[in-house]
């Protein structure tokens, strides 16, 4: 049963995409299976960096067949820029396929997303990218997909939902109606371009489950993003737990072999929502800026704070993991303690388990215990006893505390900073 899943065990931002790089190597198949370009994967390969917002990390390696799967949301526009951009850098892209099933993000999508945010007491701070507006329409069953553009549907799909949306566009937010020839014109060009690459994934997917190949599921997003599980309504509108995965790529989850959890040293979030060990101050200032933490999609400056023990636990609780993947231990290198919340306390009460209320979440204070910290560069280190005792102590830490084995260290950017625990 060769299928491995790696997902996000915080807010998104973890550092996925080096994982699914570095483990990409000896997959035959990386399959996208949710969100859309909301996503932003920054990998580097030769001392450069590619950010990729749709496609697979896993992308850069080309004997890796990469499917975006019917879990996802595609928008065309953004996924040719991506196609042209890697192959502007030499990147072989005849490997990229998009699920028949996959859902489209159409103009009136990103205008709704901004719309509906700006309307909203309780803003989501979303990416704009118009991700939620798509998933509503998919479950809402009004959506277009992308097999849509390839049997003729399309232009009497576009003709009767594009209706009801100038109707919102003009009569709730007094703005202009879209134009519906020159969408169509637009889609019809894209269609020429993209034709080629539209399959049923499913049917491939099952092929290469048959022969026994292997096959990396790459999350997006992350556990407290998940619209069922995460802090909602400060979630993303699709599953990006490993249920999710399976449910996104086709894929039955008795094949599932690991269940990799991807979690940074400490916490950061992009967007509106609780963040019970945020440091607002200037620790959390000391790690944004030594830990680079802007957002790679939209470039806005991610929320920092110390490492969460009881968001890795329930990610670990409702994601199954079998073992997680650490990132980004060298930034907390220069720290005399460092602080890890190991519970959560409302009005002085021991809270337990993850509480579904964001009022609760929001009001809720951290339980720090202190760890003690290290001086050391460990951008090169290769084994865990290179680490400083203390480095070794924090990664014990959360182990004990999830029951969960860390099997990966990132140590650094590059593809080749890092270390594998046997
Ligand atoms: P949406 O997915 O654009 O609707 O945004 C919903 C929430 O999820 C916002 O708080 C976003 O900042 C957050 N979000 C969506 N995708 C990512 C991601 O890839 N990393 C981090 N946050 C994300």
């Not at 080309?62 to 996924?79: E, P, R």
């Not at 040719?80 to 951009?85: D, F, H, K, R, V």
């Not at 650490?326 to 919340?341: R, Y």
Request: net charge negative; hydrophobic share 35%; with cysteine.
């Amino acid at each position: 049963m060769p299928v491995d899943i790696i997902v996000g065990a915080q807010w998104g931002d973890e550092g996925k995409g080096k994982i699914i790089d570095t483990l990409g190597v000896n997959t035959d198949y990386v399959i996208r299976f949710g969100g859309g370009n909301n996503a932003g994967h920054t990998i580097k390969v030769d001392g450069e960096s590619f950010i990729l917002h749709l496609l697979p990390s896993g992308v850069l390696h080309k004997h890796s067949k990469c499917l975006l799967g019917a879990g996802m949301v595609i928008d065309f526009k953004v996924f040719l820029q991506e196609i042209a951009s890697l192959e502007a850098c030499g990147f072989d892209t005849e490997h990229i396929f998009i699920s028949s099933r996959a859902h489209l993000i159409m103009p009136y999508h990103i205008i709704l997303d901004s719309l509906w945010e700006g309307q909203r007491t309780d803003k989501i701070g979303t990416t704009k990218r118009g991700i939620g507006p798509c998933y509503s329409d998919k479950y809402a069953r009004l959506g277009i997909r992308t097999g849509d553009l390839l049997d003729g549907s399309f232009p009497e799909k576009l003709k009767n939902i594009l209706k009801t949306k100038n109707d919102i566009l003009t009569k709730i937010f007094n703005e202009n109606p879209l134009d519906y020839d020159s969408i169509l014109s637009e889609y019809n060009e894209i269609t020429q371009k993209v034709s080629h690459r539209i399959i049923n994934t499913e049917t491939e997917v099952q092929n290469a489950l048959a022969k026994n190949k292997n096959i990396l599921l790459e999350g997006a997003q992350a556990m407290m993003l998940d619209i069922d599980y995460g802090s909602y309504p400060y979630v993303t509108s699709s599953s990006p737990t490993a249920a999710g995965g399976t449910v996104g790529s086709g894929i039955s989850p008795r094949y599932i072999r690991k269940i990799i959890g991807v979690c940074k040293a400490y916490s950061t979030r992009v967007g509106e929502g609780p963040f019970v060990t945020e440091q607002n101050n200037a620790q959390g200032e000391w790690l944004r800026s030594k830990g680079s933490e802007y957002g790679s999609t939209t470039g806005r400056p991610r929320r920092c704070g110390w490492l969460d023990l009881v968001v890795l636990r329930y990610a670990c609780e409702i994601n199954g993991f079998t073992e997680i993947a650490l990132t980004k231990l060298d930034v907390l290198s220069g720290l005399k303690e460092i602080p890890i919340c190991v519970g959560y306390e409302l009005e002085g009460e021991k809270i337990s388990g993850m509480p579904a209320s964001v009022d609760i979440l929001a009001g809720a204070s951290a339980v720090y215990e202190t760890m003690p910290g290290w001086n050391e560069d460990i951008s090169n280190c290769k084994t865990l006893s290179d680490l400083p005792g203390n480095a070794r102590r924090y990664i014990e830490k959360m182990e004990t505390h999830t029951g969960c084995p860390i099997r990966f260290v990132s140590v650094g950017a590059g593809r080749e900073q890092f270390i594998a625990v046997e």
